[in-house]
């Protein structure tokens, strides 16, 4: 932190950049976190903009990279459908056409291997009246998780417990 009589006035840019670049040699991360830290920190507007192209060309920051990385460990860990992705990936504020590159990269089958677990043990604990409450209550639960209502229907719309055990039927 510079001091201007006695008061923190902010992190210089060299600083900002030794932190953001370690932090980003441990995980990845986008620009939009790197400038709202540099932002909370106190540097200033151009030494941001400074730090922030330094990172981008020597690779420590690329939204393409994060955003893969994001929707990865978003599917497999936090069982998170196309639709929570793209509104995760927004809010991270990640251009709308990286965004569509990296859903339309996402096989529906990667959502089904997730989606069928989460269904079927969501089934065994709602109670239902009827087949058809039990179907609308599982669809409102996967919306809910960000799946889209074409791949919810792949895995509800069966006939027997067995075709919904089992994704290959």
Not at 38 to 55: I, S
Not at 58 to 84: L, M, N, P, T
Not at 134 to 149: D, E, P, V
């Amino acid at each position: 932190m510079q001091k201007n009589n006695g008061k923190d006035i902010g992190m210089t840019g060299q600083q900002a950049f030794q932190r953001l670049s370690a932090l980003c040699a441990r995980g990845e991360h986008c620009q939009h976190d790197m400038l709202e830290k540099m932002r909370q920190w106190g540097v200033a507007d151009e030494e941001q903009a400074q730090v922030m192209q330094r990172l981008l060309s020597e690779r420590y920051v690329d939204d393409e990279r994060f955003a893969r990385a994001f929707a990865g460990d978003k599917i497999r860990y936090s069982k998170w459908g196309r639709r929570k992705l793209e509104q995760g990936l927004w809010q991270k504020h990640i251009a709308p056409e990286v965004v569509k590159e990296v859903l339309d990269g996402i096989d529906d089958s990667q959502y089904l291997k997730v989606l069928h677990p989460l269904l079927l043990q969501k089934r065994r604990s709602t109670k239902a009246q009827s087949d058809y409450e039990l179907n609308m209550k599982l669809t409102k639960y996967a919306l809910s998780r960000g799946f889209t209502i074409d791949i919810i229907r792949q895995c509800i719309n069966v006939d027997h417990e067995d075709e919904f055990l089992d994704p290959t039927v």
